[in-house]
Nanobody, 123 residues
Framework: QVQLVESGGGLVQAGASLRLSCAAS????????MAWFRQAPGKERRFVAA????????DYADSVKGRFTISRDNAKNTVYLQLNSLKPDDTAVYYC????????????????WGQGTQVTVST
């Protein structure tokens, strides 16, 4: 079992930056692909970014490429999402997710989820 707790969301103006963190419990964090998804009101949950268990590979949604960066610190059991050049369209609840030793990018493939952290970007 993996428990995930996100933090770092908030209300910012367009163009600003935020850093989201996701702290994971358990001793096998380094065996999990970690990902971020987001869900805006009235919309489905969508993939944002993923990082392989080893940290050797990352992948991003086209809408965030060049602006967001995912990273992980396996010694701290934590995954991060750096959000730069934020836009109002980035407003959503951001969820951290984990899956064991698989390189996948759809929400249905992920077994463990955090409670989410709200990111609101104003104009």
């Amino acid at each position: 079992q993996v428990q995930l707790v996100e933090s770092g969301g908030g209300l910012v103006q367009a163009g600003a930056s935020l850093r989201l963190s996701c702290a994971a419990s358990g001793r096998t964090f380094s065996a999990y692909t970690m990902a971020w998804f987001r869900q805006a009101p009235g919309k489905e949950r969508r993939f944002v970014a993923a990082i392989k268990w080893s940290g050797s590979s990352t992948d991003y949604a086209d809408s965030v490429k060049g602006r967001f960066t995912i990273s992980r610190d396996n010694a701290k059991n934590t995954v991060y999402l750096q959000l730069n050049s934020l836009k109002p369209d980035d407003t959503a609840v951001y969820y951290c997710a984990a899956v064991f030793l698989r390189w996948v990018f759809t929400a249905q493939e992920y077994n463990f989820w955090g409670q989410g952290t709200q990111v609101t970007v104003s104009t």
